[in-house]
């Protein structure tokens, strides 16, 4: 019987992989790629900034006091879709404002997650910044092979499936393990 461990990003038991990665041996789930066993780093301190855009007002509420409450960010602005979030973050990389993370739901009105990651990259690029920051694709669909090649074009970037158990407390915990995760391998690889 193949192993499974539980995914922070898919919110589930998952069979997993062994993978060769930077001199380690590292436990990834099958579905998203997502790192399951590694020892993680200390985090020292929040992030600067953190955005998230998703069309449910909802969620970014949730979002907006589980990243708060859990001083994981200075500061957290929100948006309600991806073309709102990209004048945002084309003004904060201008301005020479750090952005330590974005959280982006992958299907949302005006523009979608995966289009304005794609733009943001675009924007980095041609800022020349030393760092892509990392991006979280927050999202009610399973990760498949065709999500897993767009995670690809935007790497770095972690897939979060919310549909699974959308019980906001599960939400809050996950979301809070995997945002410093993120933040913690950022910091280490400085």
Not at 41 to 49: D, F, G, L, Q, T
Not at 71 to 88: K, P
Not at 161 to 190: E, H, Y
């Amino acid at each position: 019987m193949s192993q499974t461990l539980y995914c922070l990003c898919c919110g589930e038991d998952v069979p997993v992989n062994t993978v060769y990665r930077e001199g380690k041996h590292e436990i990834t789930c099958l579905y998203c790629g997502f790192t399951l066993e590694e020892e993680q780093p200390e985090r020292e301190k929040s992030a600067a900034c953190i955005l998230t855009a998703d069309d449910s007002s909802l969620i970014r509420n949730l979002m907006y006091q589980i990243l708060t409450e859990k001083n994981l960010a200075d500061e957290v602005l929100s948006f309600e879709n991806g073309m709102t979030f990209l004048a945002e973050f084309s003004r904060r990389i201008s301005a020479k404002q750090e952005v330590s993370l974005v959280i982006l739901d992958l299907e949302m009105p005006v523009m979608d997650g995966l289009k304005a990651a794609l733009t943001l990259r675009t924007l980095e690029s041609n800022m020349n910044l030393a760092r892509k920051v990392p991006i979280i694709f927050f999202s009610g669909k399973k990760c498949d092979e065709a999500l897993k090649n767009q995670l690809a074009q935007c790497s770095p970037a972690t897939y979060f499936n919310k549909g699974g158990n959308s019980d906001p407390v599960d939400i809050s915990v996950r979301i809070d393990r995997l945002v410093n995760f993120i933040l913690s391998r950022r910091g280490a690889r400085a």
